[in-house]
């Protein structure tokens, strides 16, 4: 079965340090793979996304993820952090092929909280 | 700029009324999704439609829950009756083929 784990419950970083957040995927096929962020109060917002191809992906606000089929990880990296990351960070994994039906599975979230 | 949009932003109400919260997709895309998130429960997947037909709608307390698409343009998730279990803010999202979801700003709500 799909699943996604996120081992930090909670990162704390001071602003301008570089960033890692992890993720694990569980899937048999190729997967689709994403990071969305969600602000305080709002809804999850897309930063990148692997489909195919280079595994290494750019994403918006200056993040990065790489995927790394060997280890099962697309772990996402910023390299200084800006008091505005403070958010909550998903990683989900989505089905390919025929039996796409577009739905992700979600991990249970990731918190960054930067220190001044 | 296309976005989801969902009504009401915020709704209170009390223990055993109907609740109805409204989801425009995008226009175009073909799957809408319903999730439900908490604190303790984190994203919860509650439904999902596929050219307004529902595929799979195991995630969503069948006694009090339904969801449905009237049309194209707009997806609707009902509690009936409501209970203060059920506060938390739900999201729709929509996407078209590729996994890629977009989310509305949520529903928060609160059962009193």
């Known amino acids: 079965a799909q699943s996604v784990t996120q081992p930090d419950i909670h990162i704390t970083v001071s602003e301008g340090a570089s960033l890692e957040l992890r993720c694990n995927y569980s899937y048999g096929a190729t997967p689709y793979l994403f990071w969305y962020v969600q602000s305080p109060g709002q809804g999850l917002q897309l930063l990148l996304k692997y489909f195919s191809g280079d595994t290494l992906v750019q994403g918006i606000k200056g993040f990065e993820a790489e995927f790394k089929r060997s280890q099962s990880s697309f772990n996402l990296r910023k390299p200084s952090v800006h008091w505005s990351d403070a958010a909550e960070y998903f990683c989900?994994?989505?089905?390919w092929g025929s039996g796409n039906t577009g739905k992700l599975i979600f991990g249970q979230g990731t918190t960054l909280q930067v220190k001044p | 700029d296309a976005r989801v949009t969902q009504t009401p932003r915020h709704k209170v109400t009390e223990m055993g009324q109907e609740v109805t919260m409204r989801c425009q997709p995008i226009?175009?895309?073909?799957?809408v999704f319903w999730y439900r998130q908490t604190m303790m429960q984190g994203l919860e997947l509650l439904a999902y439609?596929?050219?307004?037909?529902?595929?799979?709608d195991s995630g969503m307390p069948k006694d009090r829950f339904s969801a449905e698409m009237p049309d194209a343009t707009l997806a609707t998730l009902k509690i009936q009756p409501s209970e203060p279990r059920d506060s938390a803010v739900y999201f729709c999202a929509s996407g078209l083929g590729s996994n890629e979801q977009f989310f509305g700003p949520g529903t928060r709500l609160t059962v009193l």
């Open positions: 439609f596929r050219n307004r037909a529902p595929l799979d």
């Open positions: 226009l175009g895309h073909n799957t």
């Open positions: 989900a994994v989505g089905a």
